[in-house]
């Protein structure tokens, strides 16, 4: 990731800030320690949200294909919601960090202009209980690896000294991503594989997705971006996200079509007549 001076902490020559630093070191690292394996990533997410004036946090981690993402932990189901929207939609605040590597803050997506920036996600946020989301890359000196994603119940920015404590809780949770250690071959366990198994859980929850795109790419002989836009749409068109639509291109209930076998007639498995009065002609 690219470094965005603008987007650096402030130096800690003052000591009021190298303390700030560090006592966000302490609670992040105080709650990992102070959980079991599996609830770990909450448990930092919900930290996150204790450092910071926010309702809810949650840590996305773009796959080997940068559009496809898996949550890694979220604070609470409006936090687990947001990301999932903005994957479905494959627009946001996150979508727009993830891209052009930089922070996105969004101070009020009820009104002005980050309210038109992304207006259907905005929609969606808002009808929530949503006003406001602050999302920042993950990532040292390359493309993003994934984002933190911040939101709050009120609208308003973030103080400079706010956003000082948000980037550093950015880096404290790059680094908790980053330094992971695969199990090895002989069964044991290296000082970080817990870390690794979270990760991989997270990926496993998009796992059908992964599956389903290549599926898709198949049947109408496009690449995974396009595969990906198809699923987006179809889910944006029935209102569903598109983890619920992958899961049906894997079960096969449900089939894309090109344009040459009829255009928007995607097929869904005998019985199971969709929302748009698709056919049940399984493939």
């Not at 940068?66 to 609470?76: E, K």
């Not at 009820?110 to 905005?122: H, K, M, N, T």
């Not at 599956?211 to 049947?219: K, L, Y």
Request: overall charge negative; glycine content about 10%; proline content about 7%.
């Amino acid at each position: 990731m690219p470094p965005d001076r603008s987007a650096q902490p402030p130096g800690d020559a003052d000591p009021s800030r190298a303390e700030v630093r560090l006592r966000v070191v302490e609670v992040l690292s105080a709650a990992a320690r102070g959980a079991d394996t599996h609830q770990a990533p909450e448990a930092l997410c919900r930290a996150c949200v204790g450092l910071l004036p926010v309702t809810g946090a949650s840590v996305s981690i773009s796959g080997s294909a940068p559009a496809v993402r898996a949550t890694w932990c979220a604070s609470d189901r409006i936090a687990a919601q947001l990301a999932e929207a903005q994957y479905t939609l494959g627009d946001g605040p996150c979508q727009t960090a993830l891209s052009e590597a930089t922070p996105v803050l969004a101070a009020d997506l009820a009104e002005g202009p980050d309210s038109r920036r992304w207006p259907v996600f905005a929609h969606q946020a808002v009808e929530l209980g949503v006003r406001a989301v602050f999302s920042l890359p993950l990532g040292v000196g390359g493309p993003p690896i994934g984002t933190l994603d911040l939101y709050r119940d009120r609208p308003g920015g973030l103080s400079g000294s706010e956003l000082a404590i948000a980037l550093w809780t950015r880096d404290a949770v790059t680094f908790a991503v980053m330094n992971l250690h695969p199990r090895r071959n002989d069964g044991e366990q290296r000082p970080g594989d817990e870390v690794a198994s979270w990760v991989e859980a997270a990926e496993a929850e998009h796992s059908e997705v992964h599956q389903a795109i290549g599926m898709v790419m198949v049947q109408l002989r496009v690449d995974p971006e396009e595969a990906l836009d198809r699923m987006r749409a179809r889910a944006f068109v029935q209102g569903r996200t598109v983890t619920e639509v992958a899961r049906d291109v894997v079960a096969r209930r449900l089939r894309l079509r090109t344009d040459a076998e009829g255009g928007q007639g995607d097929r869904k498995g005998r019985g199971d007549t969709g929302d748009d009065g698709l056919d049940g002609d399984p493939s």
